[in-house]
C-alpha cells in the first residue's frame, strides 16, 4: 500500500530545465534477518524551489521485510539473494531514475592467511623485517580493524584498510606487521592482532610471537705470551799478580 501510495504523490507536474539526479549508485550489502537502513543521496536543480524528493519503486522488486519510503530504503531483509531494480525519485521540478542492485546474504566472513607470526631479534644486530598478513573476506570492499591491544612492542599497517571489490584482481588486503624490540629485556614475548569488522560472523586472532636473545658472550681474550728475561751475563774476574 505505501508504494502506491509513494506512486500516487509521484505524478506531479516537471518544470522543463531542471533536474534531478540519483546520486547514489551502489548499495551496501544487507545482513539477512538484520536491520537495514541507507538514505539515497540526491542532488537538485539550485533553481527549483525547495520540494520533498519523493523515491519510489518504478521496476523490479525488493527483498521481503525492505520498503523505500522518503527516507530511503529500510526495514530487516527475510530473503537472501540479489535483488534489481530501478529507483525513481521525483520532486515538483523534476524526476529521475537510476538502476540498482542489493544484495541480501549471510554475515561477512573475515580471513586471514597466518595464525602466528614469529620474530626473533639479538641485541647488537638490526631489526627484524616486517611481515605481510593477507586479509580477506566473504564480502568485497568490507572495510575491517585491527587491535594489537597493550603492546608497545607491535606496530602494524594497512594497505588499504578494506578488502578488494569485486572483480578485483586482488584477493586479500595486506597488513604489515613489525616489532620493536630495542628497549624489551631478552625473553619471550606475546601478543594478539585482532581483525574485526561491524556485525561480522567472526573476528580471526593471529599471535605475534617475539624472542628477544642476549647479545652474544665474546670469547675471553688469551695473555700475551712473554719470552723469561735471560740473566744478565758478567764478564770472569781474572785476579792480579800478587805484590
Not at 121 to 148: C, F, I, K, M, T
Not at 203 to 231: D, F
Request: contains cysteine; glycine residues 6%.
Amino acid at each position: 500500500m505505501k508504494v502506491l501510495l509513494l506512486l500516487a504523490l509521484c505524478s506531479c507536474p516537471v518544470l522543463a530545465g531542471t533536474s534531478l539526479e540519483i546520486v547514489t549508485a551502489e548499495l551496501p550489502w544487507a545482513i539477512l534477518h538484520s536491520a537495514y537502513h541507507l538514505p539515497i543521496e540526491t542532488r537538485t536543480d539550485p533553481r527549483c524551489p525547495e520540494a520533498e524528493i519523493v523515491f519510489t519503486l518504478a521496476a523490479g522488486r525488493l527483498p521481503e521485510g525492505l520498503e523505500i519510503g522518503l527516507d530511503g530504503i529500510h526495514g530487516t531483509p527475510r530473503q537472501p539473494g540479489t535483488f534489481r531494480f530501478t529507483l525513481r525519485a521525483a520532486n515538483g521540478c523534476a524526476q529521475s531514475t537510476r538502476a540498482l542492485a542489493l544484495v541480501v546474504t549471510g554475515k561477512p566472513i573475515l580471513r586471514v592467511d597466518f595464525e602466528e607470526l614469529v620474530f626473533a631479534h639479538q641485541s647488537g644486530v638490526p631489526d627484524p623485517p616486517a611481515r605481510s598478513l593477507l586479509v580477506s573476506s566473504s564480502w568485497p570492499e568490507l572495510p575491517y580493524a585491527v587491535n594489537s591491544g597493550a603492546c608497545p612492542w607491535l606496530k602494524f599497517a594497512q594497505a588499504e584498510g578494506r578488502t578488494p571489490p569485486a572483480g578485483s584482481a586482488l584477493t586479500a588486503d595486506a597488513v604489515w606487521v613489525r616489532v620493536l624490540p630495542h628497549d624489551l629485556t631478552p625473553g619471550k614475548y606475546s601478543c594478539n592482532l585482532v581483525i574485526s569488522t561491524w556485525r561480522a560472523a567472526n573476528a580471526p586472532v593471529v599471535r605475534v610471537r617475539l624472542e628477544v636473545l642476549a647479545p652474544p658472550v665474546a670469547p675471553p681474550v688469551a695473555p700475551a705470551l712473554t719470552a723469561p728475561l735471560a740473566a744478565p751475563v758478567t764478564a770472569p774476574v781474572t785476579p792480579g799478580p800478587v805484590l
